[in-house]
């Protein structure tokens, strides 16, 4: 049995990285995400905000502020590597696909940062 | 599939069925929690929709509100929200499982440490509300 050890697939390099993103990923998304989806996906709809709340202009001067860009960068972004990492598990354990692991990684944590790149993108050109 | 190449040689993985997390109410809940993934990757890309109707200008950023006041919209949004709002309760479950809070020589007990984290999420959706609404 001493063999056992070997057989093991052994952690990336990466995984210390991929696991503080994940972390940090699901608490901004526990923390913040649930009230601006509520404020945007429900009560928008809903008519329960004052009518300029969400106006263009006051929208982009709040957007403008380099303190909403950042706090939107974080907002957005990191629950995107939270999501990616679950998601690679979701298609392992749950979709019972068990092959091409690192092409999943791959898809999933590219798609993280490609949607940060996109991010940063819509963040600048505002 | 009952052998993987994970390392350097062959494992033995049990055949499983693909509907094992389907079998128990611990199972499932596990499931949803990991699926509740689904849920926050949608509001991301959401606001991220948003923030680029903002930057093309006011029509488009309208458009998009628009979009948000529809009906279909409205419905995939409290799909989204019960799936978030789920993802917020298991996460700080797990956090006050984790986080060990002292206090001088004392442990808090984790249901507090869980009500100071609910605590925390509510008093910060209040802030963002109010920021967002009012300000």
Redesign the interface.
Known sequence: MT?AK?????PSRLEPVVWSLFAA???V??????????????A??AGW??SD??S?ER??D??RHPITKVY?GV???L??Y??????R??IH????L??GRRLVAAACYGTALA?TA??VV??V?? | MSVTQGGRSPVYVRPMPRTWWLRTRRYRRFAIRELTSVAVAASSVILLALLFALSRGRDAYEGFLGWLDSSGAVVLSAIILAGVVYHTITWLRLTAHIQVVRLGRRVLPRRLVLAGLLTLWVAVSAIVAYLHIWL
């Open positions: 063999r070997s057989t093991k697939p052994r990923g699901g608490t998304a526990a923390l913040l995400l649930p009230v601006h989806v509520a404020i945007l996906g429900i928008l709809a905000l004052p709340a969400l263009y929208a982009v709040l957007v939107l907002l957005v972004a629950p995107l939270h999501a990616a990492h679950r998601l598990f979701v354990h749950q979709l019972g068990h092959g949607g996109l991010t819509a963040l050109r505002i």
